[in-house]
């Protein structure tokens, strides 16, 4: 029979301490078992502060919201006594040294109303916040359909997890999702040396603790949504990196930096990315946007930068761009140009719009086919490589550069 979204299972019944000194790992896991069992739709857990020395086990759930009563990150950054914790509020205390909450092989599922907080001074601080992700195929027998997880939601979560570079190869982790589809976060706030990491593979070689990740299932990782406002901060690497992502769209976002020269999204592997759309504010990077593979189909028209440090976009070489909007509004700190100097990189069939940056000097990117939209400069302020050929619109009219044909 499956679960029914109306009815509440209270955490409390299992025997849920919250008082921030005993170790709720076993009362947590029971009172998600004895929900599924009693075929509740939600779990509420109650306010205060919940110390879990063994992770949380939510994997192969589906059609179940997992709630705390409420949350936010101002009670995240430090090590609040159970004496003076807001009575108002649930926080996760994560000392497992792995994974605090795993949501493998799960679909449908709901987290939402409650912080997580990992400290450098816990005994075994954990490494990754939430992990999202496909395990194998017919990982339980007859709940093979778990093998495609999608569908997940992750709203008003706020996670404060101190720097651990040790952890991974992107040090401590907010969210860390392999292949889960349909993934939407909403509100909240996500800060680690990496807030999210997105990726159809399991590039970090992580080990669930329950099952048995990102095997035996076909890779996807696509139709996911950030939204609501949600805000990410990096200490040490990237607020978002993707991997072989298809559609995505991140609007009302927040990204900014939790140290210099940090980078804010980074395409790091594949020739897949594409259709993403980022409609957000970013702050204090070393560059917005870095990527080390092609792109298709990229939309940055909405994205703002406040005191941006280098170009918004760092193109790696020989990288190419298709099909994309590119362009950014600057707002506070030097005038940045929009694209780094390149080195034999192509941006193809775009719509590239300085708006309010800086102009462009760039001779190792080749421009093909695209339109450049420049008010407030002077085609001498455009620069690409030798052999581009693109519509220029700036203050000195319409050009028809390197041989494009004007009728």
Not at 29 to 36: G, Q
Not at 53 to 65: A, D, E, Q, V, Y
Not at 306 to 319: A, K, Q, S
Request: proline share 4%.
């Amino acid at each position: 029979m499956p679960q029914s979204s109306s009815v509440v299972y209270d955490a409390k019944n299992a025997g849920l301490h919250a008082d921030g000194k005993t170790d709720d790992s076993e009362t947590i896991n029971r009172a998600i078992d004895n929900a599924i069992a009693g075929n509740f739709g939600s779990i509420q857990l109650p306010c205060g502060q919940i110390m879990v020395n063994k992770p949380i086990n939510l994997t192969n759930r589906s059609n179940l919201t997992f709630r705390g009563c409420a949350a936010n990150l101002a009670y995240g950054a430090g090590d609040m006594p159970p004496s003076t914790f807001p009575t108002n509020m649930t926080q996760l205390l994560c000392n497992t040294g792995t994974v605090c909450l795993d949501t493998t092989g799960s679909s449908d599922l709901i987290l939402e109303k409650f912080a997580i907080r990992v400290a450098k001074t816990y005994s075994k601080p954990s490494t990754i916040g939430i992990l999202f992700g496909r395990d194998i195929a017919n990982g339980e027998k007859s709940r093979g359909q778990f093998c495609y997880a999608q569908f997940d939601r992750i709203q008003d979560v706020f996670i404060y997890m101190d720097s651990n570079p040790a952890a991974s190869i992107r040090g401590s982790i907010g969210i860390y999702n392999v292949g889960a589809e349909h993934f939407t976060i909403s509100g909240g706030k996500i800060v680690a040396d990496q807030a999210v990491e997105f990726a159809d593979t399991n590039i970090l070689n992580l080990k669930s603790p329950y099952q048995q990740l990102a095997t035996g299932c076909p890779a996807s990782m696509t139709a996911i949504e950030i939204n609501g406002s949600a805000s990410f901060q990096s200490w040490k690497f990237f607020a978002i990196e993707f991997n072989n992502v298809q559609t995505l769209t991140a609007d009302r976002c927040h990204m900014i930096a939790g140290a210099p020269g940090t980078i804010a999204v980074n395409f790091n592997s594949g020739n897949d990315n594409g259709n993403i759309r980022l409609a957000c504010q970013i702050e204090h990077y070393k560059s917005a946007i870095n990527t080390n593979v092609n792109i298709d189909h990229l939309d940055i028209s909405g994205l703002m930068v406040v005191y941006p440090e280098n170009p918004i976009i760092g193109l790696n070489t020989n990288v190419t761009i298709t099909s994309s909007r590119l362009g950014a509004r600057q707002v506070h700190g030097t005038p940045q140009p929009l694209l780094s100097r390149g080195a034999n990189d192509t941006i193809s069939g775009c719509h590239i719009d300085l708006g309010t940056l800086a102009g462009i000097d760039s001779p190792g990117i080749k421009v093909l086919g695209s339109i450049v939209f420049a008010p407030g400069h002077h085609d001498r302020d455009i620069k690409f490589a030798d052999g581009s050929h693109y519509l220029l619109l700036d203050d000195t009219g319409i050009s028809a550069v390197g041989g494009l044909v004007q009728q």
